[in-house]
């Protein structure tokens, strides 16, 4: 059963620049997240989809976008890089149980976006 | 507003001794859970263990324990018999239990703990 999987691990992009990063859900997991993790801190939200359809979003501007695929697989996408976007970029899965209980999120080993 | 709060930026264990790593929250809701996330350097996020406000016992799996004192709004982890593997950030996170069409939300994490194991 794969896990949660983003692509690519590494991207060194420059200002301005515009970058796309993927992610591919667990098996049957329905749910994607997306985190950003500065150096040295704890991941920040930036936004969820379900259905296709962006559910909640975090406190980012408009130059972080997303979407998700009729496959559940998703992409983040930044316009206009800052160098105060260089960090690690973490995707998480989840399914909410038809019987009721908590959806666990499953996250993926990231990629790493440098901004120069 | 919600935050979870880790005071302990660093700690050291000795190995197959047992360990406790801090966590305090705060929220204003009643259904909340609670997770914990160990972090190698590899960078991903594995899930340890879940708390839901309204259980009545700490969870537990295997090694790793949480005691959930929902009154003082604390859910420490604590990890038996540490082993050389454990060595890596260890981050708290809560999720209200908000239902967005199908999601339950999203996590809010606290700023982590590194836990070294000595041999």
């Known amino acids: 059963d794969a896990g949660v999987t983003q692509s690519p691990t590494h991207l060194i992009k420059t200002r301005g620049q515009q970058v796309t990063l993927r992610c591919s859900p667990k098996?049957?997991?329905?749910?994607v997240s997306w985190y950003q993790q500065a150096l040295g801190q704890g991941p920040q939200f930036i936004f969820q989809?379900?259905?296709?359809?962006?559910?909640q979003r975090g406190n980012f501007p408009d130059r972080f976008s997303g979407h998700q695929f009729p496959n559940y697989s998703s992409e983040l996408n930044v316009n206009a890089l800052l160098l105060g976007d260089s960090a690690l970029y973490l995707c998480?899965?989840?399914?909410?149980?038809?019987?009721?209980?908590?959806?666990?999120?499953?996250f993926g080993p990231g990629t790493r976006l440098t901004v120069l | 507003a919600q935050k979870i709060t880790q005071t302990q930026p660093g700690m050291f264990v000795q190995e197959k001794e047992a360990v406790t790593l801090d966590c305090t929250y705060d929220?204003?809701?009643?259904?909340?859970?609670l997770f914990w996330y160990k972090q190698p350097s590899s960078g991903e996020m594995i899930f340890l263990i879940y708390?839901?406000?309204?259980?009545?016992q700490n969870a537990t799996e295997g090694r790793y324990s949480l005691n959930f004192q929902k009154a003082r709004k604390s859910a420490n982890l604590v990890i038996s018999a540490s082993q050389l593997g454990d060595s890596a950030m260890y981050f708290c996170?809560?999720?209200?239990?908000?239902?967005?069409?199908?999601?339950?939300?999203?996590?809010?994490f606290g700023k982590g703990t590194k836990l070294s194991v000595k041999p």
């Open positions: 998480a899965s989840s399914l909410v149980p038809s019987g009721g209980g908590t959806d666990t999120q499953y």
């Open positions: 098996s049957g997991h329905d749910t």
């Open positions: 989809y379900y259905e296709e359809e962006e559910r």
């Open positions: 929220t204003s809701d009643q259904s909340y859970g």
């Open positions: 708390q839901g406000s309204y259980d009545e």
């Open positions: 996170a809560m999720r209200e239990g908000s239902n967005y069409g199908g999601s339950q939300g999203n996590l809010i």
